[in-house]
C-alpha cells in the first residue's frame, strides 16, 4: 500500500510561481512510477507529467513542457511539482499518483493505482 498525500496548492498570479509537494509513504519507492495530473471542473483528468524514482527520468505533457518541473527528494519521500509562470488555464485540482514500474512510463490516469486526496490551484490576478 503506498499513502500520498498532496499539499501546497492556491492562488497564485499568472507568471508566478508555486511548487506542490507530494508526500509519499509505504512501500521503497525505487520501484514507482510518482505522476502529477490535473482535473479542471467539466474536464477529464489528464496527465501533467511523471518522474520515474530510480532514475529521475521525466516525462511532461506538451502543455507543462517548459514551464514545469518535477523533482523527487528522496531523503523526504516527497515529490514536487515546481509551477512556473501559470497561466489561468492552468487552474485545476492537482493530484499525484503513483504505480509500478514496469520499465516504461504511463501517461493514463487508469494505469496508477494509489492517488493522493487532491490540491486545488487557482491561477487569477
Known amino acids: 500500500q503506498v499513502q500520498l498525500v498532496e499539499s501546497g496548492g492556491g492562488l497564485v498570479q499568472p507568471g508566478g510561481s508555486l511548487r506542490l509537494s507530494c508526500a509519499v509513504s509505504?512501500?521503497?519507492?525505487?520501484?514507482?512510477?510518482l505522476g502529477w495530473f490535473r482535473q479542471a471542473p467539466g474536464k477529464e483528468r489528464d496527465i501533467v507529467g511523471y518522474?520515474?524514482?530510480?532514475?529521475?527520468?521525466?516525462y511532461y505533457a506538451d502543455s507543462a513542457k517548459g514551464r514545469f518541473t518535477i523533482s523527487r527528494d528522496n531523503a523526504k519521500n516527497t515529490v514536487y511539482l515546481q509551477m512556473n509562470s501559470p497561466k489561468p488555464e492552468d487552474t485545476a485540482v492537482y493530484f499525484c499518483?503513483?504505480?509500478?514500474?514496469?520499465?516504461?512510463?504511463?501517461?493514463?490516469?487508469?494505469?496508477?493505482?494509489?492517488w493522493g486526496q487532491g490540491t486545488q490551484v487557482t491561477v487569477s490576478s
Open positions: 499518483a503513483a504505480r509500478g514500474y514496469s520499465g516504461y512510463g504511463n501517461t493514463r490516469p487508469q494505469a496508477y493505482n494509489y
Open positions: 509505504g512501500r521503497a519507492l525505487s520501484s514507482y512510477v
Open positions: 518522474i520515474i524514482w530510480s532514475t529521475g527520468n521525466t
